[in-house]
C-alpha cells in the first residue's frame, strides 16, 4: 500500500474516467525518494487501465509540494546518489511517459521536486497565489528532472535564469513565461483541472496516446508521427471517426478508445 499517493478513479456517465493522482504527505507534501516511486507505480497502473482516459495530478487545497525533502537528500553520500539517480530522475518523469493527457492542479508552492513533477504533465493549472520555482541551486544541488524539459517549455534563456538563481516565480510570471497554461482563483484550481481532464473521456484514446509520443520523442518526432500515424489505421476509434467525418463532419463520433 502506498504512503504517500492516493490513486482515485473518478465514475461518470463516459464508459472512460478521469484518474486523480495526489500528492499526500503532509504538512508540506515534500518530495523524497519513496513519494516519487509510489507516484511512478500508481502511474503504471493508470498506464495500463483502459477505462482511464486522462490523469489529474493533485497535491491538496493548501499546497501542491513544497519542494525536495533535504533532510533524506542531507544524508546521502556520492555513491548514494549516484546509484538512485536514474531511477528518481525516472520516476520524476512518470507523468510524461503516460499515454493519457495528464493536468497538474498546483495551489499554493510548487517548488523544487514538485515542480519537476509537474512539468511532465500536459497542461498545469494554478492558482493566483501560486509560488514556483526550482531553488535546488540554494542547497548546493541542481534539478535532477526538470532542467531539460523546462528548457523546451520556456527557452533556454529564462529556464537558465530561473535554475541559476532558484528564485521563485508568481503567477503573472509564470504565465507570461509559458511555465503554466491557466490562472484561476485558488479554490476554483482543482475543478478547472477536472473539467480539462473530462474533455478527453470520450475521445480518441489511441490518436490521443500517438500524439503524446511525437510530442515526447522530441528532436525524433518526425519519424515517431510517421510510425504513430500508420499503426492508427489499425484502430477502431479511426475507422469510426473517418467514418463519421465523412457522414456527419468533425465532432460528430462517438469514439470507444479502441
Same mark, same amino acid.
Given at each position: 500500500m502506498a504512503e504517500f499517493v492516493t490513486l482515485d478513479l473518478l465514475e461518470g456517465a463516459p464508459a472512460r474516467r478521469? /484518474?486523480?493522482?495526489? *500528492? &499526500?504527505? $503532509?504538512?508540506?507534501?515534500?518530495?523524497?525518494?519513496?513519494?516519487?516511486?509510489?507516484?511512478?507505480?500508481a502511474a503504471d497502473t493508470? /498506464? &495500463?487501465?483502459?477505462?482511464? /482516459? /486522462?490523469?489529474?495530478?493533485?497535491?491538496?487545497?493548501?499546497i501542491f509540494s513544497a519542494g525536495d525533502d533535504l533532510t533524506e537528500l542531507a544524508g546521502l553520500s556520492e555513491g548514494q546518489a549516484r546509484a538512485m539517480a536514474a531511477d528518481l530522475q525516472r520516476d520524476l518523469g512518470c507523468l510524461a511517459r503516460l499515454p493519457q493527457p495528464t493536468v497538474a492542479a498546483i495551489s499554493g508552492y510548487c517548488l523544487g521536486g514538485g515542480l519537476e513533477l509537474a512539468l511532465g504533465a500536459d497542461r498545469r493549472i494554478i492558482g493566483d497565489n501560486v509560488k514556483l520555482g526550482l531553488p535546488q541551486i540554494k542547497a548546493g544541488l *541542481? $534539478?535532477? =528532472?526538470? *532542467?531539460?524539459?523546462?528548457?523546451?517549455? *520556456?527557452g533556454p534563456g529564462? =529556464?537558465?535564469d530561473l535554475v541559476y538563481s532558484g528564485r521563485f516565480v508568481e503567477a503573472e510570471e509564470a504565465r507570461t513565461l509559458g511555465l503554466v497554461?491557466?490562472?484561476v482563483p485558488p479554490d476554483d484550481v482543482y475543478t478547472a483541472a477536472l473539467n480539462w481532464a473530462q474533455r478527453f473521456t470520450d475521445g $480518441? &484514446?489511441?490518436a490521443l496516446a500517438a500524439a503524446k509520443a511525437v510530442f515526447e520523442a522530441g528532436p525524433h518526432g518526425l519519424d515517431r508521427a510517421q510510425t504513430e500515424w500508420s499503426d492508427l489505421f489499425g484502430t477502431e476509434d479511426r475507422r469510426i471517426g473517418t467514418e463519421s467525418y465523412l457522414a456527419d463532419g468533425p465532432g460528430s463520433a462517438a469514439f470507444v478508445g479502441r
Open positions: 478521469v /484518474a486523480v493522482l495526489r *500528492i &499526500a504527505r $503532509p504538512p508540506m507534501n515534500l518530495v523524497n525518494a519513496q513519494l516519487v516511486r509510489e507516484l511512478a507505480r493508470v /498506464a &495500463a487501465d483502459p477505462t482511464v /482516459a /486522462a490523469v489529474l495530478l493533485y497535491g491538496d487545497e493548501r *541542481i $534539478p535532477l =528532472a526538470g *532542467i531539460r524539459r523546462l528548457s523546451l517549455l *520556456i529564462p =529556464a537558465k497554461d491557466e490562472v $480518441p &484514446a489511441r
